[in-house]
């Protein structure tokens, strides 16, 4: 299971800074306006060989004209909902502030672990005036400098340390776990219960971790796998929250612990902003991808035209990854619910395609001999052999050359692109690395 960690805060405590700090990445996200894509605020962290996701709550909840408290508020309910640990950040410049206390307040009532994080002590002498944060009621401040890094070592070994212990899920290993996600009113439970339809006696909830991210045991019509229901089960807060914001971040649970993600899009509505960020977690995190077009009952215009334009429309707005399948569903009617099920095990199957070696090196290098990559500096790169990794989950492909580094991104998209008219990798990313001999 995928442990996150929320970062909360009023503003300008430095939070953006420490999740470009933690994720190791230089996105200027730091002051930038407000209600750019929020795919921004998560990121992926290792420490201690612990793979865990990072969100940046303040850019996640959009800075109405309304006093901050407000917006605070959202942010800490959506940490508390959301998030296994939660990382408080303060300002030892400024010392404790009424905003701060307010924050505290609701994080000591939270059932979760809370970290104090004491921000800006970029010199010694900032750890004395970090005392008084112990008022704050959340035990000890772990003093960082999120802009050089200091103390950020020492921190994230405690957060590790307190992440929740595993569950082990009965879920058995080989299953495909499907995750269905989307924007809110998509039609995600209308295809989940026209897939499971009224037998539900085949159909066994396995709790995984105390969030509940439930997986559900499909198993007829020659189908077994599970579904990872996003958690749109769970009851909301007390907190008018904004839906859109929260179906992102319930999607990141789902989509970490899937394999192929079924991206449910509103065909009265078209793509919007946040069918991009959804599909953005789901290229982070290299899951196999089927685009459900549902509600299509309701479209007036289903001409063969029609259903081309839509088609292209969506390819170009998620490229450059377009090879995978479009669907056009009704859940309503239950139009090709069963086509959505055969192409996800379709596009699971694909995952595991292993080509051997000397197919690969047959049909690839002829081509890579007609069109070798670009020479750099009057320096040319060779590439003298190529293989696919086994057991990888996603589909990988490494080409030894003499220069690796000066392979550049359109090249391996062309590489990937041949390798894809060749073999059938559809509904799967693949990657493609350049390594020395």
Excluded at 269 to 278: A, F, M, V
């Amino acid at each position: 299971m995928g442990n996150i960690v929320a970062i909360v805060g009023r503003p300008n405590v430095g939070k953006s800074t420490l999740f470009n700090r933690l994720t190791q990445s230089r996105q200027a996200i730091v002051n930038e306006a407000a209600g750019t894509t929020r795919d921004r605020q998560y990121g992926k962290v290792e420490w201690n060989s612990q793979e865990f996701s990072v969100i940046d709550t303040g850019g996640w909840v959009v800075n109405s004209d309304d006093v901050f408290e407000e917006e605070i508020n959202k942010q800490v309910a959506l940490a508390i909902e959301e998030a296994d640990v939660i990382l408080f950040v303060v300002d030892v410049m400024n010392g404790v502030t009424a905003l701060d206390d307010h924050v505290a307040e609701i994080l000591r009532r939270s059932r979760k672990p809370v970290f104090l994080v004491a921000n800006k002590a970029d010199t010694h002498d900032w750890q004395y005036a970090a005392a008084e944060f112990y008022s704050l009621g959340l035990g000890n401040p772990y003093c960082i400098s999120a802009v050089n890094g200091a103390g950020t070592g020492d921190l994230l070994d405690e957060v590790v340390a307190r992440f929740p212990e595993k569950a082990d899920e009965d879920t058995e290993a080989d299953l495909p776990r499907i995750a269905v996600v989307g924007r809110p009113n998509a039609g995600k439970s209308s295809i989940i219960n026209a897939f499971v339809g009224e037998e539900r006696n085949i159909v066994t909830d396995i709790a995984g971790t105390t969030r509940d991210s439930i997986y559900t045991r499909y198993n007829k019509f020659g189908f077994d796998f599970y579904l990872v229901d996003t958690a749109g089960i769970r009851k909301k807060g007390k907190v008018t929250e904004d839906l859109e914001y929260y179906s992102v971040i319930r999607s990141i649970r789902a989509i970490e612990n899937s394999d192929v993600c079924v991206l449910m899009i509103d065909a009265t509505r078209g793509i919007e902003s946040q069918d991009l960020n959804i599909f953005s977690l789901i290229q982070k995190n290299k899951k196999g991808l089927v685009v459900c077009v549902n509600k299509w009952d309701l479209v007036e215009d289903k001409t063969n035209k029609a259903i081309k334009e839509m088609e292209n429309a969506i390819r170009e707005r998620f490229a450059p990854f377009t090879d995978f399948p479009i669907i056009y569903t009704s859940a309503l009617t239950k139009q090709r619910i069963f086509k959505v099920l055969e192409t996800v095990a379709e596009v699971y199957r694909n995952r595991q395609t292993h080509i051997p070696t000397a197919k690969l090196n047959e049909e690839m290098l002829p081509i890579i001999e007609n069109y070798p990559p670009p020479a750099h500096k009057g320096k040319y790169v060779k590439i003298k052999y190529v293989t696919q990794i086994k057991g990888s989950f996603v589909p990988t492909f490494i080409f030894f050359c003499n220069l690796p580094q000066w392979v550049k991104e359109p090249y391996k998209r062309f590489l990937e692109n041949k390798i894809r008219s060749k073999w059938t990798f559809t509904g799967t990313p693949i990657n493609i690395f350049m390594r020395e001999k």
